[in-house]
């Protein structure tokens, strides 16, 4: 609630004018049974002058009601929109900050709902308060009042609607609540389910998983239908319960009423007064018990959100000075475990690089190649031990300094929609043509960029579908040369690309980028047989470091994965 009242200072001024705006709305609506009354009880004397200033002052309020209505839909919802479009931008602010860690924890599925459907529902919410907050308890209070002014003896007909109005009430709104906490929670289920099948399409399609799938998303859509269905259904009974009750005070004085009017003919404008009175009473409790679920729901949400808010991130740089960094890398005793796991995944790893020295990196699937990987650049902190770069420990550097020196291309390469040379600035914001036709040349995407309509304006399109799977390495490792980094880190980023082009792109790196560290993860032995030295991982140890002709020789672990792909080659 703070972190809303926070959020809405910025726009007290709008959102000051939309409650002006309701109490005008508020006071127009109590006001008008009065002068109806007093209408029917001119007419009845007929007297037509009052009559004619009585219709005038009804217009009147009415057009004031109206343009009172138009100011404070505009201010409120222009309120809502800029105060969730702030909240939207906070969140999206901070999840830029959030580590690896921080983001796995709340998995990415989850920070988009909470980024879109729970900032809807606060924002739905932020307009029905400023439409209804001073209305409701204005019109309630008056409308009681009033009620109570006009026909003083009959006070405990109010009474009596106002606790069956409560009664149905609490029966609907609370169960109404549950219902639309438990859509909250099939709606975020049918919405992973969908993001998960989309974009595992392929996959989908060729293991023939569709029935599955279906089935998976009906299961879950099902649940979704029928919890809407029951907020339906309670909606069907409530609303015809609220105006029964409402016809039952209604009828309940007109009968009453009926037998006075003989005697005493004002009674007539008195009575369609006090009916009016009691309308407003049961609308302000509806549309109170209405703005309360919703609020109960926003709250959810804003929970949610301020839990993306309050979130520290789990690795932070420190401000220091920028430090020009060279391409030596040290693992002094680095030990890793990844956040809420037991096991550690690196253990006690020591090595040193020198700057420019090509490092093959080899071991078995799940050895730990990656997770070593991602801790030169800092995606991740070691449990123990000390990582330097440059000389320099890495938790002692400023994060500009470390990111413009290691470049880091990821084994799954993710480019994003736009354009290539959008995608290649990323690398290198001021990079020029000549910069990405050079980095291009380097990673051997250039053969097909300049092949095509746009050439580097060419489009990619979302998942950078557009691409071969070939092609999205290459460009990854264009982006990644084009800052000509002092530490290149290449994990498995060439998978896809055939022997011809992965010789080619080495053979330019080594070329082209002569000074630069290179360390590549590699799943085949051929890709990092000339390497100045391999460093063989072992279920998380490093159990051989060498020249390929050494450990052929000497290391058991890098003798068996030898033997294993050499057989796979005669096969
Ligand atoms: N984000 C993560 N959270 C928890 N555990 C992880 C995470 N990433 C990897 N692991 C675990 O850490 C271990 C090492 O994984 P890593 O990806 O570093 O291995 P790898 O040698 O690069 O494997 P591959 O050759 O298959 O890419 C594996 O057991 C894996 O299950």
Known sequence: MTSL?????????????????????????????????????????????????LGIQLIGLALLGIVAGVINTIFSAKTAQEVSADMREKGYRKIQTFSFGNIEKFSASNLVI????????????????????????????????????????????????????VAVSAFS????????????????????????????????????????????????????????????????????????????????????VGSMVTTDPSMIAA????????????????????????????????????????TEPELTFPETPETDLTGDVTFEHVSFTYPGDQEPVLQDISFSVKAGEMIGIVGA?????????????????????????????????????????????????????GTISHNLRQGKEDATLDDMKWAAHVAQSAEFIEKLDNQYDAKVEERSANFSGGQKQRLSITRGVIKQPDILIMDDSTSALDARSEKLVQEA?????NGTTTIII?????????????????????????????????????????????????V
């Open 5 to 53: 009242m926070t959020f809405m200072k910025k726009y007290r001024g709008d959102a000051i004018i939309a409650t002006l705006a309701t109490l005008v709305i508020a006071f127009a609506t109590l006001w008008q049974p009065r002068i109806l009354q007093e209408m029917i009880t001119a007419i009845l004397a007929r007297d037509q002058g009052t009559v004619f200033n």
């Open 114 to 165: 909470r980024l879109t459907n729970d900032i809807n529902q606060v924002q739905m919410v932020i307009m029905s308060v400023l439409q209804q907050i001073t209305r409701i308890p204005i019109l309630f209070i008056g409308a009681f009042i009033l009620a109570i002014i006009t026909m003083p003896k009959f006070w405990w007909i109010i009474v009596i609607m106002l606790i069956l109005i």
């Open 173 to 256: 709104f609370t169960r109404m609540g549950n219902y639309f906490e438990k859509l909250q929670t099939t709606l975020e289920n049918n919405n992973t389910l969908a993001r998960e099948n989309l974009m595992g399409m392929r996959v989908v399609k060729s293991f023939v998983q569709e029935q599955n799938q279906i089935k998976k998303f009906s299961k879950s859509s099902d649940e979704m239908t029928d919890t809407t269905i029951r907020i339906g259904n309670l909606f069907s009974i409530l609303m015809p319960a609220f105006f029964l009750v409402g016809d039952l005070a209604v009828a309940g004085s007109i009968l009453l």
């Open 271 to 310: 009575v369609q007064a006090f009916i009016s009175y009691l309308m407003q009473i049961l609308f302000a409790v509806v549309m109170g018990g209405f703005m309360m679920t919703g609020a109960s729901r926003a709250f959810v949400s804003l929970g949610r959100l301020q839990e993306i808010y309050d």
């Open 365 to 417: 699937t799940g050895s730990g190649k990656t997770t070593l990987a991602q801790l030169i650049p800092r995606l991740y902190d070691p449990d123990s031990g000390v990582i330097k770069v440059g000389h320099e420990d890495i938790k002692q550097v400023n994060e500009s300094s470390l990111r413009k020196t290691v470049s880091y291309i990821l084994q799954r390469s993710t480019l994003f929609s």
């Open 509 to 513: 790196l080594d070329k082209e980028l």
């Open 522 to 570: 590699a799943e085949k032995i051929s890709s990092i047989i000339k390497a100045d030295r391999i460093l063989v991982l072992d279920q998380g140890k490093l159990v051989g470091m060498g020249t390929h002709h050494e450990l052929v020789r000497n290391n058991e672990v890098y003798q068996e994965i030898y033997r294993t792909q050499k057989a796979l080659e005669e």
